[in-house]
T-cell receptor, first 114, second 114 residues
Framework: DGGITQSPKYLFRKEGQNVTLSCEQNLNHDAMYWYRQDPGQGLRLIYYSQIVNDFQKGDIAEGYSVSREKKESFPLTVTSAQKNPTAFYLC?????????????FGEGSWLTVV | QKEVEQDPGPLSVPEGAIVSLNCTYSNSAFQYFMWYRQYSRKGPELLMYTYSSGNKEDGRFTAQVDKSSKYISLFIRDSQPSDSATYLC??????????????FGSGTQLTVLP
């Protein structure tokens, strides 16, 4: 089935460690996104990529890094520089070849710092 | 002031009630309006989208846009316990070219009591 796969679903990180969240899509979408969701704050954009080998900072990029070496993959690294990383992380994708109204989300990854 | 404002709730209604969920926005460039439903610990899924002003109906759901008031609504008729979720509004301008266009509300948590 077509869709977006995020892994792991749950992840625990010790302070000072970097962790990488995986996002893979088989929808042949050009644009991919990473959002962070905290209670009461909705979705905040971390990074987005419109094409392979190109990505742009969103509203809260500090302490995060991404890569887009393949169209299907857009991994997010939460670095030790991110001071409050405990959150629900959502990967999404959208086609940019039509009106592009439908953005599809993965099931999310829960990151907890212990 | 946020570009998109959404009452976070929580909102509790009895089964069978009509539910009204609302968002207001300040950016007059927004032309596409979407509603997403997010079950607990899951990624959001697109429910409906509308272009410009007017109503759009899909089963028990009706999306309404009033651009003159910068106000959008989602109505749920004959609400069911399975409708219990967080509802997010999202919107974007008509211009293409930037993949980051979507702006989300913070979400309204709805519980339908059996």
């Amino acid at each position: 089935d077509g869709g977006i796969t995020q892994s792991p679903k749950y992840l625990f990180r010790k302070e000072g460690q970097n962790v990488t969240l995986s996002c893979e899509q088989n929808l042949n979408h050009d644009a991919m996104y990473w959002y962070r969701q905290d209670p009461g704050q909705g979705l905040r954009l971390i990074y987005y990529s419109q094409i392979v080998n190109d990505f742009q900072k969103g509203d809260i990029a500090e302490g995060y890094s991404v890569s887009r070496e393949k169209k299907e993959s857009f991994p997010l690294t939460v670095t030790s520089a991110q001071k409050n990383p405990t959150a629900f992380y959502l990967c999404a994708s959208r086609t940019t070849t039509d009106s592009g109204n439908t953005i599809y989300f993965g099931e999310g990854s829960w990151l907890t710092v212990v | 002031q946020k570009e998109v404002e959404q009452d976070p709730g929580p909102l509790s209604v009895p089964e069978g009630a009509i539910v009204s969920l609302n968002c207001t926005y300040s950016n007059s460039a927004f032309q596409y309006f979407m509603w997403y439903r997010q079950y607990s610990r899951k990624g959001p899924e697109l429910l409906m989208y509308t272009y410009s002003s007017g109503n759009k109906e899909d089963g028990r759901f009706t999306a309404q846009v009033d651009k003159s008031s910068k106000y959008i609504s989602l109505f749920i008729r004959d609400s069911q316990p399975s409708d219990s979720a967080t509802y997010l509004c999202a919107m974007r301008p008509i211009s293409s070219g930037s993949a980051r266009q979507l702006t989300f509300g913070s979400g309204t948590q709805l519980t339908v009591l059996p």
